[in-house]
């Protein structure tokens, strides 16, 4: 069975930090493009943060650049999201997805479909 499985979500003070995990099951991320999204209660689902297939061009979208990082390790076949300074807009389920790239050196793509989403895992920003 092909699945993203996310995990690392809680419950962190204003200021605080968490790092999320996206691990696939039943395909490699090899020649995949990963992407973070997240949806707030009441709000549409936004992009977060994409890495291409080949780990070297990363996208974030504003409201996030500057405090998260996105990191892949093939060798585990997860994907990262290390959010650090979390404010309380950061609280949302995050769900990681993949689209296939198969060409190593392109960009990756928040605005476009993903082939396979994770069940998402909730972060939540509060004092």
């Known amino acids: 069975q092909l699945q993203l499985v996310e995990s690392g979500g809680g419950l962190v003070q204003p200021g605080g930090s968490l790092r999320l995990s996206c691990v696939a099951s039943g395909f490699t991320l090899d020649y995949y493009a990963i992407g973070w999204f997240r949806q707030a209660p009441g709000k549409e689902r936004e992009g977060v943060s994409c890495?291409?297939?080949?780990?070297?061009?990363?996208n974030y979208t504003d409201p996030v650049k500057g405090r998260f990082t996105i990191s892949r390790d093939n060798a585990k076949n997860t994907v990262y999201l290390q959010m650090n300074d979390l404010k309380p807009e950061d609280t949302a389920v995050y769900y990681c997805?993949?689209?296939?790239?198969?060409?190593?050196?392109?960009?990756?793509?928040?605005?476009?479909?993903?082939?396979?989403w994770g069940q998402g895992t909730q972060v939540t920003v509060s004092s």
């Open positions: 997805a993949a689209y296939r790239q198969l060409v190593f050196f392109r960009t990756c793509v928040l605005s476009r479909d993903y082939d396979f």
């Open positions: 890495i291409n297939s080949g780990g070297s061009k990363i």
